[in-house]
T-cell receptor, first 114, second 114 residues
Framework: AQSVTQLDSQVPVFEEAPVELRCNYS??????LFWYVQYPNQGLQLLLK??????LVESINGFEAEFNKSQTSFHLRKPSVHISDTAEYFC????????????FGKGTRLSVIA | EAQVTQNPRYLITVTGKKLTVTCSQN?????MSWYRQDPGLGLRQIYY???????DKGDVPEGYKVSRKEKRNFPLILESPSPNQTSLYFC?????????????FGSGTRLTVV
């Protein structure tokens, strides 16, 4: 079964600074990878996903993540964060058959400081 | 609008009083699942359903039941709720493969068992 490790439970960062949220998954022949964001008191929103093709995927609000098969990682990055990015971020994985459950990491709470 | 609808959004109940959380999707998805979210633990799958009349246990099924009598609905049933089931619950449905593969989550149900 797949598993996901988010290495940091909390990440404080100053506004306009860059940020990286780390995610590693257990190895599999192929995987689908996702980042979800949960703003305070809200549900889960898909931020970006990797299914196949280009290993660098981007979201509409400036986040990007790179699928690194050799390191089994899918780290999330943003070059300059805003106060509005304060949220909890979840990395998730399912195997590439698309038929296994989506497994989540424990989440990383990003706090952007003015 | 394509969506997953959960009800209620908030629920406070007493130990042992049976309750049902409803989940409905309008996307004709075959796959649906329930997760619970707890601080520091991320989201853990309770049950999932691959299609009508086909359900299976996830990682934390104890104390829960589900049914899938029709494709659009996937209710979560707590026959005798206990305080350790106090949590935030999410229902999700999954689109089929290809580039559209992905999950849509409901807005969540915050359950408190006293």
């Amino acid at each position: 079964a797949q598993s996901v490790t988010q290495l940091d439970s909390q990440v404080p960062v100053f506004e306009e600074a860059p940020v990286e949220l780390r995610c590693n998954y257990s190895s599999s022949v192929s995987v689908y990878l996702f980042w979800y964001v949960q703003y305070p008191n809200q549900g889960l929103q898909l931020l970006l996903k990797y299914l196949s093709g280009s290993t660098l995927v981007e979201s509409i609000n400036g986040f990007e993540a790179e699928f690194n098969k050799s390191q089994t990682s899918f780290h999330l990055r943003k070059p300059s964060v805003h106060i509005s990015d304060t949220a909890e971020y979840f990395c998730a994985v399912s195997d590439g058959s698309g038929n296994t459950p989506l497994v989540f990491g424990k989440g990383t709470r990003l706090s952007v400081i003015a | 609008e394509a969506q997953v609808t959960q009800n209620p959004r908030y629920l406070i109940t007493v130990t042992g009083k049976k309750l049902t959380v409803t989940c409905s999707q309008n996307m004709n998805h075959e796959y649906m699942s329930w997760y619970r979210q707890d601080p520091g633990l991320g989201l853990r799958q309770i049950y999932y359903s691959m299609n009508v009349e086909v359900t299976d246990k996830g990682d934390v099924p104890e104390g829960y039941k589900v049914s899938r009598k029709e494709k659009r609905n996937f209710p979560l049933i707590l026959e005798s709720p206990s305080p350790n089931q106090t949590s935030l619950y999410f229902c999700a449905s999954r689109s089929s493969g290809g580039r559209g593969y992905g999950y849509t989550f409901g807005s969540g149900t915050r359950l408190t068992v006293v």
